[in-house]
């Protein structure tokens, strides 16, 4: 945990950040479950996470391919159990970073999310580094086709489901554990994290890789790097230069305010 000094209270670091923002050549922000819990969307590692009452070993590609059937299952499982995308609005913290690209403040939004959240509040240019699960993808013909439609053929019976093109095993369009991240979107995020200035790390527990190694290519390129989190993060007090604590609904909202404030000026 960053020490923090007497006069460094959430608001100054707020005040602080929007200033940096607005002074920022270039400004990106790489977000984690932590922005869409908000939204009804459960995270991985919070207290309620989804890792706390599903085993991350039926999200590999080997537990995929070995129990199609079963994982397929759980999809419609967890989605019972509140992991359902379909529903899912953006929350006040996707539309705050939305604004702040209207305000031509953010380039870019590098997410490890797969709700597709960020791209219904407004934010036009958004890597989907770990993919989209309104989407199931044939593993053969690459044939994508809604997930909504896929996980109706599920729930009557189609189990796994199949490619209607050429038959081949369809799964959702988010990497699993063992699966490579998409080739475009890494080596876009790895530019990205390298050429910008200042770096907004927001509801992520820095611990995935490769996702959770873009903080050190900002970092290495000279860029400032600030976490918005519930918590600390292996991050805080290495790498990134301060954390502003707190639930993302409440703390991006009063940042883009105060960067409206200093366009006012
Ligand atoms: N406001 C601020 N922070 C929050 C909020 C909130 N409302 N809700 C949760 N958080 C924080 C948690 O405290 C935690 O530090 O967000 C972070 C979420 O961390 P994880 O659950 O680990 O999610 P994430 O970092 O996105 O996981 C990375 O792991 O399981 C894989 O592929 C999956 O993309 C995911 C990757």
Same mark, same amino acid.
């Given at each position: 945990?960053?020490? @923090?000094?007497? $006069? ?9 950040? &929007? ?7 270039? #400004?990106? &922000? ?34 995929? @391919?070995?129990?199609?059937? @079963? ?10 159990? *509140? ?7 953006? $929350? ?21 999310? #797969? ?25 053969? %013909?690459?044939? %994508? ?8 053929? #599920?729930?009557? *019976?189609?189990?796994?489901?199949? %490619? ?28 990205? &994290? ?18 959770? *190694? ?31 604590? *707190? ?19």
């Amino acid at each position: 945990m960053l020490r @923090r000094d007497e $006069n460094m209270t959430d608001e100054n670091l707020i005040k602080r950040l &929007a200033k940096e923002i607005s002074n920022a050549k270039k #400004v990106i &922000a790489l977000t984690g479950a932590g922005i869409s819990t908000e939204s009804g969307i459960p995270d991985f590692r919070g207290p309620k996470g989804l890792w706390k009452r599903y085993d991350p070993e039926q999200s590999t590609y080997t537990f995929f @391919r070995r129990d199609t059937k @079963r994982f397929w299952e759980l999809q419609i499982q967890m989605e019972e159990d *509140g992991f359902d995308l379909s529903k899912a609005k953006p $929350n006040p913290a996707h539309l705050a970073l939305a604004k702040l690209e209207e305000l031509g403040y953010l380039s870019c939004v590098i997410t490890q999310n #797969v709700d597709g959240l960020h791209q219904k509040a407004g934010n036009t240019d958004v890597i989907e580094f770990h993919g989209n699960s309104n989407r199931a993808i044939c593993i053969e %013909c690459k044939r %994508c086709y809604p997930m909504s439609e896929v996980k109706s053929r #599920v729930k009557s *019976g189609e189990l796994p489901p199949l %490619c209607e093109y050429c038959g081949g095993i369809l799964k959702p369009d988010a990497v699993l554990f063992e699966e490579p991240i998409p080739t475009e979107a890494l080596y876009r995020a790895q530019d990205e &994290a390298a050429s910008c200035d200042l770096m907004l790390i927001i509801g992520t527990s820095a611990t995935v890789h490769p996702a959770a *190694g873009l903080p050190s290519i900002a970092k290495s390129s000279g860029a400032k790097v600030v976490e918005i989190n519930a918590e600390p993060t292996p991050l805080t007090g290495t790498i990134s230069d301060y954390i502003i604590e *707190g639930k993302v609904g409440k703390t991006l909202p009063k940042i883009v305010e105060e960067v409206e404030k200093l366009e006012r000026l």
